[in-house]
């Protein structure tokens, strides 16, 4: 365990390092080129900037209206045919548009019913075992400029069910 304590510190520092002399190697000019990303960078984020204010929003709009306590019960009545705890779909609805007001959900479980119940370990799992769907595809799809999503989205829900499944059927095994 010390080894891998000691190896990490020098991990980027070595990578660094490997950068430029590959860099001075095959000839490139490695500040010029890395101020050129850091120029696109800049682009791609003043371009994706507003989708992100809009989903930061409709996110926030969803909690505080109580919007998100609505689906939920809507919800919970399917969910728990399938023993998915009412407690966590709103963590299991959040966490597909964004991470840190899932990350809110999970810590209000947390306070309430303690991070080491059942409840506590299904939303930790869950929090891992699912993806922000629509914050990943309006930020990557826009950045790259990809128009047609096809089955993206079916496909990141399905997967998303999937670990939400896993996470109720691994929290339940370990508690």
Known sequence: MDFMISASDYILPVFIVYILVYGAWKRVKVYDAFVEGVKEGFAIVVNIAPTLVGLL???SFARISGFLNII???ISPFASLVRIPAEVIPLAIVKMFSSSAATGIALDIFSTYGPDSYLGLTASIMLS???T???TMSVYFMAVK???TRWTAAGAIFA???GIAASVLLAGAMS
Do not use: G, N, P, Q
């Open 129 to 131: 075992c699912t993806e």
């Open 72 to 74: 939920s019960a809507l």
């Open 133 to 135: 769907i629509f914050y």
């Open 146 to 148: 990809v128009t047609k």
């Open 57 to 59: 929003f409709a996110v």
């Open 160 to 162: 998303s069910l999937v």
